[in-house]
């Protein structure tokens, strides 16, 4: 059987919903840092935002997710850059953006 209700003395879990709550700040708070970041950069700068396995990494950390989606949103609907990725090993990359002259 399942087991549904903390023993005694030890403490609740938190709820579905809070554990939900806390990803969705995590992930506003690294699409924030990550548009910061953008903001900061003079046209023509390059930098790396991610170095792993970016799908999968942004399947288990909101924060990844986060900063993902406002370098896509930056590169793609606001054409504020480009983005790349380079090869470093099987299943190993870096992700990059390059901040647009205009």
Do not use: C
Request: glycine content about 6%.
């Amino acid at each position: 059987m399942a087991k549904t209700k903390p023993a005694v003395g030890e403490p609740p879990r938190p709820s579905f919903a809070d554990a939900r709550i806390r990803q969705t700040e995590r992930r506003d708070a690294g699409y924030r840092a990550a548009w910061r970041e953008i903001e900061a950069l003079q046209p023509g700068e390059v930098i790396q935002y991610h170095e792993g396995n970016l799908g999968t990494d942004v399947a288990n950390d909101p924060e990844i997710a986060g900063r993902a989606a406002a370098y896509r949103h930056a590169a793609t609907d606001l054409a504020k850059g480009t983005l790349a990725q380079r090869r470093v090993r099987f299943e190993w990359y870096q992700y990059i953006f390059r901040r647009s002259a205009h």
